[in-house]
């Protein structure tokens, strides 16, 4: 089945500690993308890659990098420069061009510690 | 301003009713907007999305009605079931490059039996 796998589910982590978070998709989409989700918010754009060794910054980028090296996959590293990394972490995906839907993962529960 | 103002922030329905959502968004160059559901601990889903040049779109019991004029869109949910209940967000495209989105905050919708 076509879909986004992040993984771990959850994860915990001492704070000081860097932090990667996993996204692999296989719905050959160009685009990809991770977003923030804080209880009671909407979800907010960290990073977002449209072509493979390209990406841009959202509007919440500090403290968080990002690779893409392969179409199917999106690493998010949470640094401990992010003051406030405790967070359900959203990666998604869309085709570049005609549909502009955006598909998501199930998420990365982050809590640091 | 690229913002996007969602209300309610919680609404409770009976059984069989009807569920509004609206949205409220400032930039002109939006160009695509989608409503996503989201249950807890998961990934929100897409569930019906609309293009400026419509004034409303309808899948099953959701409904989008979209005024340009006044840069509001609402979600119609008619006859409310209780497998509705989760929260909902509302979100616009500022290009057409899909998933590339900016949130409302969401409404947390409960429907009682």
């Known amino acids: 089945d076509g879909g986004i796998t992040q993984s771990p589910k959850y994860l915990f982590r001492k704070e000081g500690q860097n932090v990667t978070l996993s996204c692999e998709q296989n719905?050959?989409?160009?685009?990809m993308y991770w977003y923030r989700q804080d209880p009671g918010q909407g979800l907010r754009l960290i990073y977002y890659?449209?072509?493979?060794?390209?990406?841009q910054k959202g509007d919440i980028a500090e403290g968080y990098s990002v690779s893409r090296e392969k179409k199917e996959s999106f690493p998010l590293t949470v640094t401990s420069a992010q003051k406030n990394p405790t967070a359900f972490y959203l990666c998604?995906?869309?085709?570049?061009?005609?549909?502009?839907?955006?598909?998501f993962g199930q998420g990365t529960r982050l809590t640091v510690v | 301003q690229q913002q996007v103002k969602q209300s309610p922030q919680s609404l409770i329905v009976q059984k069989g009713g009807i569920s509004i959502i609206n949205c409220a968004y400032e930039n002109t160059a939006f160009d695509y907007f989608p409503w996503y559901q989201q249950f807890p601990g998961k990934g929100p889903a897409l569930l019906i999305a609309?293009?400026?040049?419509?004034s409303e779109k309808k899948e099953g019991r959701f409904t989008i009605s979209f005024n340009k004029s006044a840069k509001q869109f609402s979600l119609h949910i008619m006859d409310s079931q209780p497998g509705d209940s989760a929260t909902y967000f509302c979100a616009a495209s500022p290009d057409n490059q899909g998933g590339k989105l900016i949130f409302g905050q969401g409404t947390e919708l409960s429907v009682k039996p």
């Open positions: 719905l050959n989409h160009d685009a």
């Open positions: 998604a995906s869309s085709t570049r061009r005609g549909s502009p839907s955006a598909f």
């Open positions: 890659s449209q072509i493979v060794n390209d990406f």
């Open positions: 609309i293009r400026p040049d419509v």
